[in-house]
């Protein structure tokens, strides 16, 4: 019995983990934002991260219509993950970049999301996802 449990419980976390690990924002862009805007990339993997090091990465965001764009708010569930854009007008054909950081203050793998607001959709957000994993936090000599 204990066999068959220990099975099962193998099964169930690494099922778990491989569901963790295959996370992925969609790619279709359903809002009022498509057709207009491009997404480049709506996810990035940042791969390994530093313990406490900060992990920045930029999104391009490309106006592909014949009206101006401009990116009305950038927001995060967490404190731990923010978002630099500018407030400026992106004209047709021209890109701007959504700078994300996650503040890397957790060991193990993080998947972030920020959503962000258009004037083209005021009333659905796009989501772009910041993935990776912190590397363990290392002992610093003499115990400090």
């Not at 295959?22 to 993997?45: C, E, F, H, M, R």
């Not at 407030?87 to 793998?109: F, L």
């Not at 659905?124 to 912190?134: D, E, I, S």
Request: overall charge neutral; some cysteine.
């Amino acid at each position: 019995m204990k066999s068959a449990l220990k099975i099962w419980l193998v099964a169930t976390l690494s099922l778990a983990l491989r569901h963790a690990e295959a996370q992925t924002i969609k790619s279709i862009d359903n809002s009022l934002n498509a057709g207009k805007v491009l997404w480049i990339p709506q996810q990035i993997n940042a791969g390994m991260v530093p313990f406490g090091v900060p992990a920045s990465r930029e999104f391009d965001v490309k106006n592909i219509s014949t009206e101006n764009l401009f990116i009305l708010q950038v927001k995060s569930s967490c404190h731990c993950t923010v978002a630099e854009w500018s407030k400026e007008a992106v004209e047709p054909g021209h890109s701007t970049r959504i700078v994300v950081t996650y503040d890397a203050k957790v060991e193990g793998d993080f998947y972030r999301i920020v959503t962000v607001m258009t004037n083209f959709d005021t009333n659905q957000l796009v989501p772009l996802a910041l993935t990776g994993k912190v590397e363990p936090k290392t002992a610093t000599p003499g115990g400090q």
